[in-house]
């Protein structure tokens, strides 16, 4: 059994002899560089969720239309970004390499042309978005009952969303610096704004008026304003070496430039937009149930998203470190720290899916007093465990392929795993098989398995390491 746990955990252990480049970190070393980049974001990840579930318990006592309506909403929003979230892959992934190589000014050119590029697709976005919003949320499985809050409450998050997707580049920029708390601090901050206009304006407390789901779409706009002041500040008035925008070279656009950011966020786009396109249709199908099974689903998602924002900080760390890695023209380097990610994610998966079971139902309670939610939700915990275990995994070796540059392999695996098993699988469980919400969850966790070992295939094969950007 040690020598087991000797080979899975320690770093000389990750990489074969033949392909080592020079001196290899200790463990204590290692581990304490990945988790001192990881902990910030993974604070910030785990608040985001946590936040994000406060909302859906705010918004809970309202009812369960509430909650689908605001939860409806989810997916065409972030199928709305896709672009830009395809853009921010990009701007971690050379800025990563940069950092790497010593070439602070170069990383901040990146930034800078970045920024120009997110400006003309946030105002896309917010057009469309503004202006065909009925139809999106019907599209999105929307029911009569509460498609007039969705229509609402989309509208309103998706004009400060333009805001706070300039934040997000930024915020992007500085993950591939190593620079974490930069992201934490405003997404800390904006969602801790977020949490008090919910209280003052979804029931009207302290004279405020009570505007139900508006109130939380505003409240969350305001949030989204915060964050990008924030993150804006960080870059205008760095810290020496840090990045900068108003002195870190030309604003203008140049090739090589461009070349290597749209290198990685092509390949990041068909991903997202396979992604987003994916879970637009895996929401929908659960949507069309009815209100209580997708009021359910929407609070197994919150719970999910809480296990898994902590392998997201150390898919941040991972992949950031890959990318320095690179630069540094270290492979081993960045296979050590890209497995180092993955085995801690994998025991942070295991132990919270083990307590998301054993404290199912005060947890659910958490989200609603609804006794056929809470009913179906014990049931339905032992799925949304077993995804989690999974996809805590997943996502770091695919944050690893990333930011190295390898943006099109994880497209075609999400492309065809999400296309195949959570969108053609579910809604075979869901409806010609009659399983329901619970078939929708088999799907999902097939999807995880897939991906999960084709990526991490990739990711032991090496080709990776030679990708140049």
Known sequence: ???????????????????????????????GKCLSIAWPSAIESVLVALVSSVDTMMVSSLGPKAISAVGVTGQPRMLMMTAILSLNMGVTAVVARRRGEGDMIGASKTLKQSLWINLMLGAIMVAISCFLTEPIMRLAGAQAEYIADS?????????GQFFACIGMTINAAQRGCGNTKVSMRSNVTANLVNIVFNYLLINGNFGFPKLGVVGAAIATAIGHMVAFLMALYSVVHPHKGELNIVDGGKWGFDKKTLSSVTKVATGAFTEQISLRAGLFAFSSIIARLGTIQFATHQISMSLSQLIFSFADGLGVASSSLVGQGL??????????????????????????????VIFRRPLYGLFTDDAEVIALGMKLCYFVAAVCMIQTSQVVISGCLRGAGDSRYVAVTSLVSIGTFRVGLSYLLCYPLGIGVYGAWIGFLVDQCTRLVLNYTRF???GWTKIEL
Do not use: W
Not at 10 to 22: C, F, I, Q, W, Y
Not at 328 to 356: A, E, H, N, W
């Open 1 to 31: 059994m040690a020598g087991v746990i000797d080979k899975l955990f320690t770093p000389k252990n990750m990489v074969a002899p033949s392909l080592v480049k020079g001196e290899l970190p200790s463990a204590k070393q290692a581990y």
């Open 151 to 159: 229509v609402a409450y989309f509208r309103i998050i998706m004009s």
């Open 327 to 356: 630069g540094m023209r270290r492979p081993d380097l960045s296979t050590v720290y890209g497995k180092i990610g993955q085995r801690c994610s994998m025991l942070i998966g295991f132990t919270l899916s083990l307590l998301l």
């Open 460 to 462: 032991h094969r090496g």
